[in-house]
């Protein structure tokens, strides 16, 4: 099983949008979170550590990520998807792009 962790600002769109999406696979187990404090599921260390891989939506989201938890993503990828904040949950475009976008990175079934 491969864990898959998605984090975007708030957690209420792009990284909810790729949890769902990702996590109809049966070989992924996907959890998204939010970088602000106030997010549904802030992104904390154990989320960190449970991920094997790490995607952000935006390089602002790989700074913060990189810089707070830097001891723990030692044996992590951290993969930056380059989405901006321009997308509704579930919408069509958004699925597309994160359909793309995480396949480049990461070998899933069809």
């Known amino acids: ?14 990284s909810p949008t790729a949890e769902t999406v990702f996590g109809r ?4 187990h996907a959890i ?12 904390s260390g154990d989320l960190v550590e ?3 891989v790490i995607f952000v939506m935006e390089d602002i989201h ?7 938890y830097r001891a723990l993503l030692r044996d992590k990828r951290l993969i930056c998807l380059g989405i901006p904040d321009d997308y509704d949950y579930m919408q069509p ?18």
Do not use: Q
Not at 1 to 14: E, Q
Not at 25 to 28: K, P
């Open 25 to 28: 696979y049966s070989t992924v």
């Open 1 to 14: 099983m491969l864990n898959l962790l998605f984090v975007c600002s708030r957690n209420k769109l792009r």
């Open 32 to 43: 998204s979170c939010g970088i602000d404090l106030n997010s549904p599921t802030p992104l």
């Open 93 to 110: 475009e958004l699925i597309d792009m994160l359909e793309r976008r995480v396949r480049r990175s990461i070998d899933l079934p069809d």
């Open 62 to 68: 790989r700074k913060k990520v990189s810089k707070k």
């Open 50 to 52: 449970w991920a094997d």
